[in-house]
C-alpha cells in the first residue's frame, strides 16, 4: 500500500515540540536550573525548540514525495526532539528528587529510610514491621555514586553532582548544536515562509470545533438492508440437517458487515427460542485451541472455578462436553483466519460433535473462502456491499445524524457522489460519515470528495479510505489511536486503564488546569467511538480489524509488534513494542521456544530509544532471563506490562531507570507467599500508574510515600491501607484509607489529598472528635464523587454522639455523587445530608 508514509510533513512532530515546550520549558524548571547553574543551556534548548516550533508548523502538510534525504532529515529531527525530552525529563527527576528528599513525612511518624516495610496482609497494625532491607538508590538516579544523606546543607547538593550536571549540559548542547542544522536545512529544501499558517491543521482541528448534528436514535440500534441475509441464515441454522454437528460460513471482505450481520441472528427471537445454548467466540489470527476452549467454557460454565486454572487441553475438553452435553447449540466463531492447521479445528470441534444432539450448528464468519471450504459442512453465505438505496439511508445516519434528513440539497448531491464511491462497503460508510458530520460544509464535503477519485479503482481495499478518515483527526487523536496497534488484535480494551496508558505516554494535554486528565482522556475515547475508530461492545471497547491494521500501517516507524514467531522488519526507529506469546500459552513452557525469541529480540535495535514493552500472554514469562537485559539497556522505558512471579518483581525492579518510567504493571502468574515492593520502586518519582494486581501479599515499603506523581494504584485494598504518610501522594485519584492510631494513619492524612475521585475510609471508630474528622478536609475535594465510610469494630464503637460529631466533621463537598454509610451508629443523620445535597445513591 502506499501514501501511508513519508509524502508529507505531518502534524505529529510538531504537536511532539509544542509538548515539549508547554511540559517542561516552565517557570518551575527555570527555577531550578538557575539553581543548579545550567540557565544558559536550559535557555538554548528553549530558544531553539521554538525555531523548530515555528519551521514544523509552516512546513506542515508540504509534499516531500520520494525526497528521501529530507525524509532522513525529519526523522533524524524527531529523534532529536525525543533526545531533548529525554534530558529534560532527567532534569525534571533530579528536581523531584530534591524535592522529595529533602522533605520528610508530612505528619509525625516513623519515617524509616533504612528500607524498612509494612506487611499489606497484617493482620493488626500497619506499622507491625514484617521485612527489612538495606535501602539502596539503583545506580540510574545516583549515575553510579551513593547518595550521602546530609540533612544540614543544601538539598541540591546531595542530588546533583558536578560530573550529571556536565553530562547534562554537554547533552544539551550537543542536540541544540543538531537542531539548528537540521532545522535550517528543513526551511532552505522546502523554502518556507516561517509565519505563515497551514490549511491542514485548520481543517483537522475541525473535527473537534464544529458542532455536529445529531439524533436521539443510535445509529447502531438498526441494522441497515441485511434482513434477507439474516432470514437466510436463519433458516439455514434451523433447518441445518439431520447431523450432530454442522457448519455454517459467512464468506466476506473485511468492513463489508459479516460480524453485524452475525449478531443481528444471534439477537433474533427465532434463534434464542430454538436453540438451548448460544455462544460467541472471536477467533482472529490467533488460532489456540485452549484459547478457544476457555472462551466456550465461559459461556457454558455457571461456576469459572470449574475451569479457570486448567490449561490441559483434554481436560478442558471434557468439561465442555459434560456442560453441553444434550443441549442444541450456536456457536459463532467470529473473523476466522486459520485455514491450514485442519487438525485444531478438529481437536477444537471434537466434544461439540460428541454432544449427543441434532440440530446443533457452528456459524463462522471469514474473509477467506479458504477457511469456508476447509470447515464448512454447508454452502457458504457470500456477503456482498449493500444495495444502494439502503446504503444511501445508512449513509444519511451517519453523515448527518439521520437517515430521513432531506436539507442542504448541496450535502445531499455531494454526498451521493461519495456514497457512490463507498460501493456499499458499512465499515468505510461509518468511518468517512462521521469525517464528513464534523464540518457539515460545501467547501469540507467537496475536499473529501476529491479524495476518492484515487481510491476507486481497488473496490476490496478500503484501508485508504479509512486513512483519510484517520488524516483528519487532530494529532493528539492520531496519537491515541495508532498507539493500539501494540495491542493484540481484538483485544477488549477497559476505558479507563486504556485513558491511563495515554496519559503516561502524554498524549493526553489539558489547558484547562480545573478538569482532570482522566475527563480529558475520556473524551478523546468518547470521540473516536463517535467517529468509528473504536466501538463499545457491552463494556468494553474494541478495534474493528480493519482499523486495527490501519494502527498498524500509520504507526509503522515508532510502533511494532512481535507476535509469536513471525519474522518481523523492526525499523531503528522503534520506541514502542510488544510482545504477544499467546500461541504458546497453552505449552506450560515445557515447549517455549525460548532461543528463538531471544534472537528475534536481538534485532530490536537500539534499545537506548525504547519507551513502551508490553507483554501479552502468561507464557511470555519464559522470556524472563532475556527481558531482564532488555530492560536493562532500555534507559528511556516509560511504560512496561511484564508477567511476572512474585519472586521477579524485585529483580526487574533493579533494572529499570527511575527517570522516565509512568507506567508499570505487573501482572502476576504466581503469588502464593509474601512479595516485596523493591525499595528501589520508591525513587520512581515520575511514576504515574502502578498496577500489581489483586494480590495482598505484598510488604509496601514505608517511604512508598515519596511517589508524588502516582495517580493510580491498581491492587487490593491492604496494600492501600499499608501506605504510610500516604498525604503526600497527592496526586491518587482512588484511595481506600485505613485508619490508625499511628501518625502517619491517621486520618488528617487526607488533608491535601484533593484529586481523590474515590475514597474509603474505614475504622472510623478510632476518630474520636468533629475537630479530627474535620482534619480530612473532605468538604474541598471538589473531584470527589463517591464516598464510603465505615464504622467497624464494635467492641471500640462510639456513643452516639460522638459518632454524629464524626460524622458531621467529615461533610463532603457537594458535587459527591454516591455516599456509603456502614457501622454508624449515632441517631441522627449530619445535618449536610440534606435536600439540597447532590448524592443520588
Known amino acids: 500500500m502506499t501514501g501511508f508514509l513519508g509524502t508529507v510533513v505531518d502534524a505529529a512532530t510538531g504537536w511532539l515540540v509544542q509538548s515539549i515546550i508547554g511540559s517542561f520549558f516552565t517557570r518551575q524548571m527555570e527555577a531550578w536550573t538557575h539553581e543548579i547553574g545550567l540557565t544558559e543551556d536550559f535557555e538554548k534548548l528553549k530558544f531553539e525548540m521554538r525555531n523548530v516550533e515555528m519551521v514544523l508548523a509552516a512546513a506542515e502538510g508540504r509534499i516531500i514525495g520520494d525526497n528521501k534525504p529530507l525524509s532522513q532529515s525529519l526523522d533524524d529531527l524527531k529523534g532529536l526532539l525525543y533526545d531533548s525530552e529525554d534530558v529534560m525529563d532527567e532534569l525534571d527527576y533530579y528536581r523531584l528528587q530534591q524535592q522529595i528528599e529533602g522533605k520528610g513525612c508530612t505528619a509525625a511518624s516513623d519515617d524509616n529510610s533504612d528500607g524498612s516495610y509494612v506487611s499489606s496482609s497484617a493482620p493488626s497494625s500497619a506499622s507491625e514491621l514484617v521485612y527489612s532491607a538495606t535501602s539502596q538508590i539503583t545506580r540510574w538516579a545516583s549515575c553510579g555514586r551513593k547518595r550521602r544523606r546530609e540533612e544540614e546543607g543544601p538539598a541540591h547538593s546531595i542530588m546533583l553532582t558536578y560530573e550529571i550536571k556536565h553530562d547534562i549540559s554537554q547533552r544539551i548542547n550537543g542536540i541544540v548544536k543538531h537542531l539548528c542544522t537540521i532545522g535550517n536545512s528543513v526551511q532552505r529544501v522546502l523554502q518556507l515562509e516561517i509565519s505563515r499558517p497551514t490549511a491542514t491543521s485548520n481543517e483537522s482541528q475541525n473535527i473537534c470545533r464544529n458542532a455536529r448534528l445529531t439524533t436521539s436514535v443510535p445509529i447502531e440500534c438498526k441494522v441497515y438492508g441485511r434482513d434477507a441475509e439474516r432470514d437466510k441464515i436463519i433458516e439455514l441454522l434451523i433447518n441445518g440437517g439431520s447431523s450432530e454437528l454442522n457448519v455454517l460460513p459467512v464468506v466476506g471482505i473485511g468492513g463489508v458487515g459479516k460480524t453485524t450481520l452475525a449478531r443481528y441472528v444471534y439477537r433474533d427471537e427465532r434463534i434464542t427460542n430454538h436453540f438451548d445454548l448460544q455462544m460467541w467466540v472471536c477467533v482472529s489470527t490467533n488460532f489456540n485451541e485452549v484459547r478457544l476452549t476457555l472462551e466456550i467454557l465461559e459461556h457454558v460454565c455457571k461456576d469459572r472455578q470449574e475451569y479457570e486454572k486448567i490449561s490441559n487441553f483434554n481436560v478442558l475438553q471434557e468439561i465442555l462436553l459434560k456442560n453441553i452435553r444434550n443441549k442444541r447449540f450456536l456457536l459463532v466463531l467470529d473473523d476466522v483466519w486459520e485455514d491450514k492447521n485442519i487438525s485444531g479445528w478438529i481437536k477444537l470441534l471434537a466434544p461439540l460433535k460428541n454432544n449427543q444432539v441434532n440440530g446443533c450448528m457452528v456459524l463462522a464468519t471469514t474473509r477467506t473462502k479458504s477457511v469456508a471450504k476447509m470447515i464448512g459442512t454447508v454452502d457458504e453465505v457470500r456477503l456482498s456491499g449493500l444495495d444502494e438505496k439502503e446504503f444511501w439511508l445508512f449513509f444519511k445516519a451517519c453523515a448527518f445524524g439521520n437517515e430521513n434528513y432531506e ?41 473529501v470528495r476529491d479524495k476518492w477519485k484515487s481510491f476507486q479503482e481497488d473496490s476490496d481495499d478500503i484501508l485508504p479510505i479509512l486513512k483519510l478518515s484517520y488524516d483528519y483527526l487532530p494529532v493528539h487523536l492520531q496519537r491515541c489511536f495508532s498507539h493500539c496497534s501494540l495491542f493484540p488484535e481484538d483485544y477488549p480494551f477497559d476505558g479507563e486503564q486504556l485513558v491511563h496508558a495515554w496519559i503516561s505516554q502524554d498524549f493526553v494535554q489539558c489547558e484547562d488546569r480545573t478538569v482532570r486528565l482522566e475527563e480529558t482522556g475520556q473524551e478523546y475515547l468518547d470521540r473516536l467511538v463517535d467517529l468509528g475508530f473504536f466501538q463499545m461492545v457491552n463494556s468494553h471497547y474494541v478495534m474493528h480489524d480493519l482499523m486495527h491494521e490501519l494502527a498498524g500501517k500509520v504507526s509503522l516507524n515508532e510502533c511494532a509488534t512481535i507476535h509469536g514467531l513471525k519474522p518481523e522488519a523492526i525499523r531503528p526507529s522503534v520506541r514502542h513494542l510488544s510482545i504477544i506469546t499467546t500461541a504458546f500459552d497453552k505449552d506450560n513452557g515445557g515447549n517455549f521456544p525460548n532461543e528463538r525469541f531471544e534472537k528475534i529480540l536481538q534485532k530490536v535495535r537500539p534499545l537506548q530509544k525504547l519507551r513502551t514493552l508490553m507483554l501479552f500472554g502468561r507464557s511470555s514469562i519464559n522470556l524472563l532471563g532475556s527481558l531482564r537485559d532488555l530492560c536493562k539497556e532500555a534507559k528511556c522505558l516509560r511504560f512496561l506490562r511484564i508477567f511476572v512471579t512474585g519472586a521477579d518483581i524485585s529483580s526487574i525492579n533493579r533494572l529499570l531507570n527511575p527517570c522516565h518510567l509512568r507506567y508499570l504493571e505487573y501482572v502476576c502468574v504466581v503469588t502464593t507467599t509474601m512479595s516485596l515492593f523493591p525499595q528501589a520502586l520508591t525513587r520512581f518519582y515520575h511514576l504515574q500508574v502502578l498496577n500489581v494486581g489483586i494480590s495482598g501479599n505484598l510488604a509496601v515499603p514505608t517511604d512508598m510515600h515519596k511517589l508524588v506523581n502516582l495517580r493510580h494504584l491498581i491492587s487490593h485494598e491492604k496494600v492501600h491501607h499499608a501506605i504510610a ?8 485519584q482512588k484511595l481506600r484509607f485505613k485508619v490508625q492510631n499511628v501518625g502517619s494513619f491517621e486520618i488528617r492524612q487526607l488533608q491535601s489529598m484533593n484529586e481523590l475521585v474515590l475514597l474509603e475510609i474505614s475504622q472510623l471508630q478510632i476518630v474520636k472528635t468533629k475537630e479530627e474528622a474535620c482534619g480530612a478536609r473532605l468538604l474541598d475535594k471538589e473531584y470527589l464523587e463517591k464516598l464510603s465510610l465505615s464504622w467497624e469494630d464494635s467492641s471500640m464503637s462510639l456513643e452516639p454522639v460522638m459518632a454524629e460529631d464524626v460524622l458531621e466533621g467529615l461533610q463532603p463537598h457537594s458535587n459527591l455523587k454516591t455516599l456509603e454509610i456502614t457501622g454508624y451508629s449515632g441517631a441522627i443523620p449530619p445535618t449536610w445530608l440534606s435536600s439540597t445535597f447532590s448524592v443520588t445513591s
Do not use: E, F, Y
Not at 412 to 441: D, E, H
Open 407 to 447: 436539507g442542504h440539497p448541496s450535502l445531499q448531491s455531494i454526498g451521493k457522489q461519495i456514497a457512490k464511491a463507498l460501493k456499499g462497503c458499512p465499515l468505510a460508510a461509518r468511518s468517512v460519515g462521521a469525517l464528513l458530520n464534523t464540518n457539515v460544509s460545501d467547501k469540507h464535503w467537496r475536499i
Open 725 to 732: 504518610c500516604v498525604g503526600n501522594m497527592t496526586s491518587l
